[in-house]
C-alpha cells in the first residue's frame, strides 16, 4: 500500500476542498505542500498549520518531490496544469482530484501523464456554500460520499489506494462508478437540484417575501447561492445528462400542473404517497 | 385585552400543532382543552400534561364554557364542524385556527358564526415531517412565522389579540396580510417548493441513487414526505395562485434549459448571480 511509505503529499488549488484535505491529511502526520496563485491562502494555510508549506506558482522541485498529487482546481485548470507540468510528475506517484464531472476530463489526463504515474479520479461529494482555504473544516467529509472513478487505464492498486484516501479523509460511505455512471448520477442528485434551486430565486422577485419564508424555502434554496464560474463550467462539462435530467422534471412538473389544473385530487394524492414513500428510504 | 381574562382555552384537533399550541399554553398556566376525534390522542396528551382535560367528540358544555377557541383540523372538517356547533360558542369568545388557505374559507367561517363571536384568522407557518400529539413541541415556533390575516370583518382588537397569541405562542416574526396576499406569497414560499419537492422524487425512480445523495437533494427533499390528504386539499383550495407560481418556475427551468442547449454560459453565470444575490437577503 503506497500511504505506508512517507510520501509527500502535494494539493494543487488551496481553496475549501483542497484546505479540507490538507487539514485533515496532515493531522494524521502526513507531509502536506500545496500550489496555490493566492499568496494570502498560502500564508493563511501555513501560519494555521494547515500545510507544512506552499507555493504560489508550480516549481520543479515540489513537483518531483511528490508522491501523491491532489488537484482540487477547476476542470480546465487541471487540464492544463497537467499538459504544462506533467511531465516533472515522478514514477510511482498516484494522482487524484475532486473535480465534480468525469466523462472526458478523465481519459484526457489519463492520456497527458508520463508512463508510471497513475491517475484515479475521485469525486468527495461534500461542499459548503463559503469559499476559500480560510473555511477549511475535514468535518464536511463526516456522513458525506466518496466515489472513486476509475476507468479501464487504472490499477487494482490504483482503485484500493483512492478508497483508503478516501477512509483516511473520514468519509461515511465509499463507492465504485464508471464516469458514464457518475456523470449520469451527479445530473440527477447534484446538478439537477442546483438548477432548481437557481430557478426558483430567479422565476420572480421574491426579495419582498424574505419574512415569510419558512424552513422549506430556506432547505430548497440554500444551494441557490453558488459559484457562477464553477457550476457553469461543470454544467457545460455535463450538458447531455443534465439536459436529460432536467426534461425528466420538467415533464414531471407538467404531469402535475395538469393534475391540478383538472383537479385529479387521487393523481396528485397517488404521486404524493409515491413521493413519501421513496424520501422515506433517504432518511437517516 | 381578553387574553387577561382567565378564560379556557379549547383546541380542536389534537395532531402536531394543536397539540403544540396546547403543550405552550398549558405551560404558561392556561387552562386548555381538547377535541379529537382520536382517543389515543387525548389519552396520550392528558397523560402528557399537554391539556388539562379532553373529548373525543364536541360536547356543548366544553364549546360553552370555552373563551378561546383553535382550530387545527383539516380545512373541510372547519368549515362543517362551524356549521354544526358553531351556534354554541358564546358571545365575546374569540375563534382562530391554523389553515394554510385563507381565501373563501375566512369569510364562510365569519358568516356561519353568530354575533359577539370574532374569527381572526391566523397561519402559523411551522411544521414537521411528523405527525400527531405524540410530537408535539413547542419549539417548532422559535424562528417561525405567525400571520394574522384579517379581513374587512374583524376588528382592531382582534387583530391585536391575534398578535399576542402569535407572541405568546413564541413565534419569532409576526406580520399582518390579506387573504388575498396570503395565499399569493403560501403559493410561492410553501406549495410550490413542496410541489418542487415531489416532482423531484416521483420524475424518475431514484431509489438506487440512496448512497450517492448529498445535502443537496436530501435538504430539496426533506419536505417529499408529505401529508396526501392535507396537502392535496389545500393545494386544490388554492389552485389559482399555485397554478401561476407553478407556470412562473416551469418557464424559469425552460430559460435555464434552453441557456444549457446554447452554451450559453454568460447566461447561465448571470442567472447564478442574480439567484446567489437574492439567495443572500434570506439568509440568517
Known amino acids: ?79 492544463d496544469w497537467i499538459r504544462q507540468w506533467g511531465h516533472l510528475i515522478r514514477w510511482g506517484a498516484m494522482v487524484t482530484d475532486v473535480t465534480g464531472v468525469k466523462s472526458g476530463i478523465v481519459e484526457e489526463v489519463q492520456q497527458l501523464l508520463p508512463a508510471g504515474v497513475e491517475f484515479i479520479a475521485s469525486h468527495p461529494m461534500a461542499g459548503r456554500e463559503v469559499y476559500g482555504v480560510e473555511n477549511a473544516d475535514d468535518r464536511i467529509f463526516r456522513d458525506a460520499n466518496y466515489i472513486v472513478v476509475p476507468t479501464d487505464k487504472n490499477t487494482l492498486e490504483g482503485i484500493e489506494w483512492s478508497k483508503e484516501l478516501g477512509r483516511l479523509l473520514g468519509f461515511a460511505r465509499i463507492s465504485v462508478l464508471s464516469p458514464e455512471e457518475h456523470d449520469r448520477m451527479i445530473g440527477f442528485v447534484s446538478q439537477l437540484t442546483h438548477v432548481i434551486a437557481v430557478a426558483l430565486m430567479t422565476c420572480s422577485d421574491s426579495t419582498h417575501l424574505v419574512d415569510y419564508t419558512g424552513d422549506s424555502f430556506r432547505d430548497l434554496t440554500r444551494i441557490a447561492r453558488i459559484n457562477d464560474a464553477m457550476w457553469s463550467e461543470l454544467f457545460l462539462m455535463n450538458k447531455a445528462p443534465l439536459l436529460e435530467q432536467m426534461d425528466t422534471f420538467i415533464d414531471e412538473m407538467h404531469t402535475l400542473r395538469g393534475m391540478l389544473e383538472a383537479e385529479d385530487k387521487e393523481g396528485l394524492r397517488e404521486k404524493m404517497r409515491l413521493s413519501t414513500a421513496r424520501r422515506a428510504l433517504f432518511n437517516k
Open 1 to 79: 500500500m503506497r500511504w505506508i511509505s512517507d510520501n509527500d503529499i502535494l494539493i494543487v488549488g488551496l481553496g475549501l476542498m483542497g484546505g479540507s484535505y490538507a487539514k485533515r491529511l496532515r493531522s494524521l502526520g502526513y507531509h502536506v505542500e500545496a500550489i496555490d496563485t493566492r499568496p494570502e491562502a498560502i500564508t493563511y494555510a501555513v501560519e494555521h498549520g494547515i500545510i507544512d508549506c506552499g507555493y504560489t506558482e508550480p516549481t520543479e522541485d515540489a513537483i518531483r518531490r511528490a508522491g501523491v498529487l491532489i488537484f482540487a482546481v477547476y476542470p480546465h485548470v487541471f487540464v
